[in-house]
């Protein structure tokens, strides 16, 4: 007898102009199990969910919900038919409280008006439900990114949803926080309901996850028990290719100081507090902390983009100040965010555009015009060198996916030559593969002679690419680590121990 299964999407086709997005892709979700969505970026896995959720129409295949045919219009018949998405770039209404985000486009009435009090009860009852402990009547745009998440994970609930689907979930979670959603997880398995889990977290997957589904290039590769993987199956398998090791060989040879931080502070809270260190040339110098220790302020700070209340940058023996990011990028400094969709890309533009819209003085003519082909030459280079996958350089880089994205913001950068560069968490949401060539990009510009910054969450990511590690905590510099002195022993636990120091 065949197994029965909640959701079946079974030889589904999707075509862009240019690329062929899915090409018989298939996933089969079981009822109350966690069934983990992977592959490298680009492998379709987005388009796939899109097509579930009714952004997308798809070309041919079947989606089948407990064995029935099922099209969805758009996101909100899918979810008025109990299938929910929490995506990993956060759509909120940032100025509006948390029981208004909950309940947005389903507001309980009460006489022709809105009943605020059920509203702020039934709040109160979904929040309970998951031991979600958080003010319904709070503007959202105050809470943390992690709390803004679990909100997002209590509004798929609040839907009574029996297929949800986490895009990279903990990307922006603590441990403790990620140990909770993982509880929240458990109890929703316990209910039956099915959940789609999309991460590059191996760890993550093999430990919460019932069946992997791989992709690779559009395609289905496999789907198979997580507990018959190991972490070195998933990503051969995804990247179609042996991987011997997670990072590169070290190049680079850090040499004289290139720039030196004294007294750092910025003027307005939260920010960081005095804090004094030196940046080698051809270094990797990694920014360790918790959620909320600064570290997204610190490289702030130095590029100009947040005010400074006092402190001293000199940069190649000569003081620099950095009143904004035209001044910053002037004085040789490159600063790629945190939030790549939110103040990285320019979601309705091409990949030209996003390309060179940090260096457009260097593409114009004598009377001001710009040079169309020098910015496609320039684009391509961005395209070739960082390997984006992408039909054209005219496609708008919000079709692209998440890894290349990345890729073209990295080569918009490096087209302004700059001298220090700030990367704030430069592979978060990114694929093992995709990882690993922005690896091997840090430590070749380091080779180089350039100075890197580098704000990461993920210990292993700073232990292996970095030469020191700066440990933030509360705002202030809690200390610098060698890694090939200091960390020979207890590496993770030295850089928790700093970074707890102020808290």
């Known amino acids: 007898m065949a197994e029965s299964y909640l959701l079946e999407m079974r030889d589904l086709e999707k075509e862009f102009p240019g690329v062929k997005a899915l090409n018989k892709a298939n996933l089969l979700l079981r009822k109350g199990t966690v069934h983990a969505l992977m592959g490298e970026n680009g492998a379709g896995k987005s388009t796939l969910m899109k097509c579930l959720f009714g952004i997308y129409e798809k070309d041919a295949g079947s989606i089948k919900i407990e064995g029935q045919e099922t099209h969805f219009n758009n996101p909100k018949d899918a979810l008025d038919h109990g299938v929910a998405m929490v995506h990993q770039e956060l759509n909120q209404v940032l100025r509006r409280s948390v ?38 009547k709070q503007i959202i745009g105050d809470l943390s990114v992690s709390q803004r998440q679990m909100v997002e994970i209590a509004k798929a609930v609040s839907y009574n949803a029996k297929i949800l689907v986490l895009d990279e979930p903990t990307s922006s979670l603590t441990n403790e926080e ?39 290039d559009g395609q289905w590769v496999s789907t198979t028990p997580a507990k018959d993987l190991t972490t070195e199956q998933i990503i051969n398998m995804m990247v179609g290719r042996e991987m011997s090791d997670r990072f590169p060989p070290k190049t680079n040879k850090p040499g004289k100081v290139l720039m030196k931080v004294e007294g750092l502070t910025g003027k307005y809270m939260p920010t960081c507090i005095d804090v004094s260190f030196e940046l080698r040339e051809g270094e990797v110098l990694g920014v360790a902390g918790l959620v909320g220790s600064r570290r997204t302020e610190l490289l702030e700070t130095i590029f100009g983009v947040a005010h400074r209340e006092k402190g001293k940058i000199t940069l190649q023996g000569k003081e620099v100040y950095n009143h904004n990011s035209m001044e910053a990028i002037k004085n040789g400094f490159a600063l790629l965010t945190e939030e790549r969709r939110a103040t990285g890309i320019i979601p309705l533009q091409s990949i030209t555009f996003n390309a060179v819209i940090s260096n457009l003085k260097a593409y114009r003519n004598k009377i001001g015009l710009l040079i169309n082909k020098k910015m496609e030459d320039d684009t391509n280079w961005v395209i070739k ?87 933030m905590s509360n705002g202030h510099m809690a200390g610098i680590l060698d890694v090939k002195e200091d960390l020979k022993g207890g590496m993770q636990e030295e850089i928790m121990r700093l970074a707890a120091k102020y808290i």
């Open 385 to 471: 060198s960082m390997n984006v996958k992408t039909p054209s350089t005219k496609t708008h880089i919000k079709s692209l996916s998440g890894g290349n994205q990345q890729k073209v913001i990295i080569g918009r950068w490096l087209l302004t030559k700059p001298t220090v560069l700030l990367l704030d968490e430069p592979t978060r949401g990114i694929d093992v593969g995709a990882k690993y060539e922005i690896y091997q990009l840090i430590d070749q510009l380091a080779a180089e002679g350039k100075g890197v910054m580098v704000v990461s969450s993920e210990m292993p990511e700073l232990i292996g690419i970095c030469d020191r590690i700066l440990v």
């Open 99 to 136: 029981m208004e985000n909950m309940w947005l486009g389903k507001f309980p009435g009460k006489g022709g008006f809105v009943d605020h009090k059920k509203m702020y009860q039934d709040t109160l009852n979904v929040f309970k439900r998951l031991e979600v402990n958080i003010d319904p």
């Open 178 to 216: 990620v140990e909770h959603l993982f509880k929240i997880i458990n109890k929703l398995r316990a209910d039956g309901v099915g959940i789609i889990y999309i991460s590059h977290k191996m760890e993550e997957i093999l430990r919460i996850s019932d069946d992997v589904t791989i992709m690779r």
